[in-house]
């Protein structure tokens, strides 16, 4: 399949001192990828993005299609690259990809840690208020990996499943249980301990699960699925 990498520096995209990485662009190169992603990458907003649990993004390039049918206006603008993702390739998406799941990239090895939850800044970046929470909604998010093995990648590399833990749900899966209203709380559960989760995630669906445990009777908060932009930002 063919591996397209993308890295990019911050931009400042407002007057209030708020900046994005989002904005990147193809290499042409061999990169080297570190415990905390690729050389020449840069995150703005640590609190949501980069860090060795979040150190590479991947953003199916099949979804792009499926986000110009909903938004067509923005179909030019729709390509892979565009969203902030350091990976792309035509042949995985959240349907077929599994929280653990361990692959070769490049002389490299990756492990899948979590969902990427969608922000602000997307909206931002295609001027279109609501594309964020649509690909909340949707299911579309993309993903993050921690490294495993430092390497060496270059576009057109091999990525390659190499193994995947017993039982692990896929990301899409993980994604529609989070997002439901008022999930199984034993789902929950299992879901937290599922193996290569970060412990972020890990933490938000056992403190998620123990409150619907406790609280049977009283109406549940709606899950937060979208990183609104800071208040008073």
Excluded at 40 to 52: N, S, T
Excluded at 89 to 99: G, H, K, L, Q, Y
Excluded at 171 to 181: E, G
Excluded at 210 to 225: E, R
Aim: charged residues 20%.
């Amino acid at each position: 399949m063919t591996l397209r990498l993308y890295t990019g520096q911050l931009t400042r995209i407002d007057d209030e001192g708020q900046f994005t990485g989002i904005y990147k662009h193809a290499a042409d190169g061999p990169l080297a990828l570190g415990s905390e992603g690729f050389a020449g990458d840069a995150q703005a907003d640590r609190r949501v993005h980069g860090g060795p649990e979040k150190a590479v993004h991947h953003y199916a390039a099949a979804n792009y299609a499926r986000l110009a049918g909903h938004f067509p206006a923005l179909a030019t603008q729709l390509q892979p690259g565009s969203i902030g993702e350091n990976l792309s390739t035509p042949d995985w998406d959240e349907e077929s990809v599994c929280i653990g799941d361990i692959f070769r990239l490049g002389t490299a090895r990756v492990q899948v840690s979590q969902p990427r939850s969608p922000c602000w800044k997307i909206d931002h970046r295609y001027a279109t208020p609501g594309l964020a929470r649509h690909i909340a909604e949707s299911g579309l998010t993309g993903w993050y990996y921690r490294v495993l093995e430092i390497g060496i990648v270059a576009p057109g590399d091999r990525f390659e499943l190499l193994e995947r833990p017993p039982g692990a749900p896929t990301l899409a899966a993980l994604w529609r249980l989070w997002s439901t209203h008022r999930p199984d709380p034993v789902r929950l559960h299992e879901a937290a301990r599922a193996s290569g989760l970060t412990p972020g995630w890990q933490k938000r669906l056992a403190e998620r699960a123990a409150w619907l445990q406790a609280n049977a009777g009283t109406p549940a908060p709606a899950p937060t699925i979208v990183h609104e932009k800071p208040a008073g930002r």
